[in-house]
């Protein structure tokens, strides 16, 4: 299938993981991808490694917590394609935090990149869409809003507010052919996963709390997330708007 024919999209955090799947499937389905990542060095690399695959992806290095940068390279990817149809929030940090040890200025440097980000953006590619009177959005939260296990409460926190914020934007956007869903990964094995997970453990073992209690027992992929990304964003999906898209193997949490 190739659904994004002739379409533009903006991946945040597509440098790795989740993202990195996201702006691979785009692309193979035709689109031409920006990889909007705090890690230049990283943007680059999964940009090249996609091109030299005959994809058409370039790196757009930004800090997605900054609006200037948001604003700055999302109007030089504009300008050089003519419109920007579709937008991927997977930007994301997700370090362990013991409540005890909390701060307010840990507590906002996590709800920064994993929720203020996600309005700057979208705060930005809006306009943009109404102006073509079409757009897509697709941004990340995490099953750890329904479970509370793992990670930090600013996370969690964040990723529920991504839930709320989504629906706000999905009855702003609904009028203009924007749609906006909240993506809801399960665990999925990506290389910051692999970061975090206890010194001797598999990612498997580290998982297996949660992977025991879904109905497919095992780690999601990056790409199971990615097949979930390209319906949500895909231009058939234009009556499907303000859901959670959860992908988390059918567990048995509420
Ligand atoms: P990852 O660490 O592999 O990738 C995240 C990317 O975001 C990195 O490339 C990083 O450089 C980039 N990034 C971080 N801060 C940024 C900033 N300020 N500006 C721009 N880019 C920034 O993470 P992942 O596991 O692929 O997760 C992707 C998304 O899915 C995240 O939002 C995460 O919270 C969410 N999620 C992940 C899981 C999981 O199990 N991996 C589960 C649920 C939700």
Redesign the pocket.
Known sequence: MRRFEGQHALV??G?????FACATRLAEEGASVGI????AE?AGDAARRLSDKGLDVRACP????DPAQVSAVFDAFESDHGSIEVLVN?????PSVPFADMTLESWRSITA??LD?VFVTCHDVLPRMRRNGYGRIGN?S???VKTGMFSSAAYISA?AGVVGLTRFLAREGGPDGITVNTIM????A????KNIIPAGQTVEEAMAPLTSLQCVPRPGL?EDIAEGVAYACSPGAGFYTGQVLYIGGGDTFT
């Open positions: 945040t955090g440098a790795n993981g989740i993202g909007v990542d705090i890690n990283a930004a800090d997605v917590t997977m930007a994301g940090i997700f990149v994993n980000a990340a995490s099953g750890v990723k990964p399960g665990p999925i990506t290389p910051q996963i990056p």
